[in-house]
């Protein structure tokens, strides 16, 4: 018998339309590292001048208004029906500022928004580099991903071994064995998840952005000689690409 190979997708949505009215209490995005990391991207939006923003995986639309209300033209996009209906009635959103759509297939012409960003939704994805280059193919000068990093979490030995397994591309298997052939957890906080740094994605934004830089968002007690990589647990990864370098 073939296995379904979108049953976690499918299991994660279902997850998050089971518990859509609870989501806000849940997941609470007004506090914590996410609503830390919200305010570094408002200042940046003010500093680089960008105006026009798309929330990737943008839940109930919380980031969203928080932007509205900060005078950015925001947009959202969830894949999970229930929440984006949420945002409409509780937030007040209009369709044309949340609609239901995958990070993996942004509906939406190349550069249309001068900042796209997400904020702890790439751990929720079991290959997360398509929906990190639809971000770029989207963006014209900043890419935010608030997010969580593995490399943050356990002992120092335990840190220092999932990097080596990394850095030796071997870390699917191990973590495959972890999860005893499962491949992602499960939990009845955060659903499916799987595990994600945003130092995974350096790479595919390296070759797009002039500037990239971290900011610890959740700090944990590790080595100083590596801060952020082994020292936070939650790591705002900002990549900006300067107006010149995206003149037509």
């Not at 296995?3 to 299991?11: A, G, I, M, S, Y």
């Not at 925001?74 to 007040?92: D, M, N, T």
């Not at 939990?187 to 945003?198: I, N």
């Not at 610890?216 to 936070?232: E, R, V």
Request: with cysteine.
């Amino acid at each position: 018998m073939q296995l379904d190979p979108n049953l976690e997708t499918k299991r994660q949505r279902q997850y998050y339309t089971q518990t859509a009215a609870a989501y806000d209490q849940m997941h609470n995005a007004e506090t914590g590292e996410h609503a830390l990391a919200l305010k570094y991207i408002l200042g940046f939006c003010r500093q680089y001048g960008l105006h026009r923003v798309l929330d990737v995986g943008c839940g109930t639309g919380v980031a969203v208004r928080t932007m509205l209300g900060n005078g950015i033209e925001a947009k959202g996009i969830e894949p999970v029906e229930a929440l984006v209906q949420i945002g409409r009635e509780k937030r007040g959103l209009d369709p044309s500022e949340i609609l239901v759509g995958s990070a993996e297939s942004l509906p939406f012409p190349d550069r249309s928004f001068d900042a796209v960003t997400e904020f702890a939704i790439l751990h929720h994805i079991k290959e997360p580099a398509p929906a990190v280059r639809e971000m770029i193919r989207v963006a014209r000068h900043a890419i935010f991903l608030s997010d969580e990093n593995r490399f943050g979490r356990g002992s120092l030995a335990w840190r220092l071994i999932k990097y080596f397994w990394w850095k030796t591309g071997v870390f699917p298997l191990g973590f495959w064995l972890m999860t005893k052939g499962k491949g992602y957890n499960f939990t009845e906080g955060d659903g499916v998840s799987y595990s994600y740094s945003v130092f995974d994605s350096v790479r595919e934004l390296q070759a797009w952005a002039d500037t990239i830089f971290f900011i610890p968002l959740k700090k944990t007690d590790g080595p100083k000689w590596a801060h952020p990589l082994f020292s936070s647990s939650h790591v705002l990864l900002c990549a900006i690409r300067h107006p010149e370098a995206t003149a037509p």
